[in-house]
């Protein structure tokens, strides 16, 4: 089995919970939801717990309101915190879609990894995916830490390997576990199953 050297720890800052919230153009939206439900301020004073008053200057901008109080209007208006922040997207269909035969992607192998790139036809994707053969047996195989731009989502489809990553403690990952990471995080894969592990890869740009 792979060698599970220890590793620094992440270290995480502590925010108030009293934080002031930037308005972000919050006063328009809220009046804006509140005049969609033909509410009154006073109606929105009852279901958030906030004072008319505050509700008036927070609607033209003059309070920014705490996080505290963020909750109160979330929860009292029954919305979540992105609809409060920004109004709903528009439904833009764009009608792209790119199969991928089993077997039937780019390959491109490398020291560690076999990859096979997937949808390769599609052009300017939010997300990459692909499928990799890791066939790196020890932690020295990778002359340096993994990292670049971007977050990553790996699934195991086969085997096993250990998930190496320059702020946590490695972690052995088995068939059908996954892990979401921050991509510009050092990070490594080692095979720890008698075949190389196989898994699918989606990296967001």
């Known amino acids: 089995m792979a060698e599970s050297p220890r590793l620094p720890k992440m270290q995480t800052q502590q925010t108030s919970s009293e934080a002031q919230v930037e308005p972000m153009q919050l006063g328009k939206r ?21 004072a008319r008053s505050t509700l008036s200057k927070i609607e033209n901008d003059q309070l ?66 692909f499928k990799t053969i890791v066939r790196a047996r020890q932690f020295n195989d990778y002359g340096d830490w993994v990292r670049h731009a971007g977050e990553e989502f790996l699934l195991v489809l086969s085997g096993s390997l250990y998930f190496y990553s320059e702020f946590y403690e490695p972690v052995e ?25 196989e898994i699918l890869w989606v990296m967001a740009t």
């Open 64 to 129: 920014s309101p705490t996080f505290s109080a963020v909750q109160k209007l979330t929860k009292g208006l029954g919305i979540d915190l992105p609809q409060l922040f920004s109004k709903p997207l528009q439904p833009m269909t764009t009608g792209r879609r790119d199969i991928t035969r089993n077997q039937s992607g780019k390959p491109h192998p490398t020291a560690t990894y076999e990859h096979e790139l997937l949808a390769t036809q599609l052009v300017n994707k939010k997300m990459v995916p």
């Open 30 to 50: 809220l009046k804006e939801i509140r005049l969609s439900n033909n509410w009154t301020l006073e109606e929105v004073s009852q279901r958030t717990g906030l």
């Open 173 to 197: 990952l088995f068939t059908g576990d996954s892990v979401y990471y921050d991509a510009s995080m050092g990070h490594a894969l080692v095979s720890t199953s008698d075949n190389d592990a």
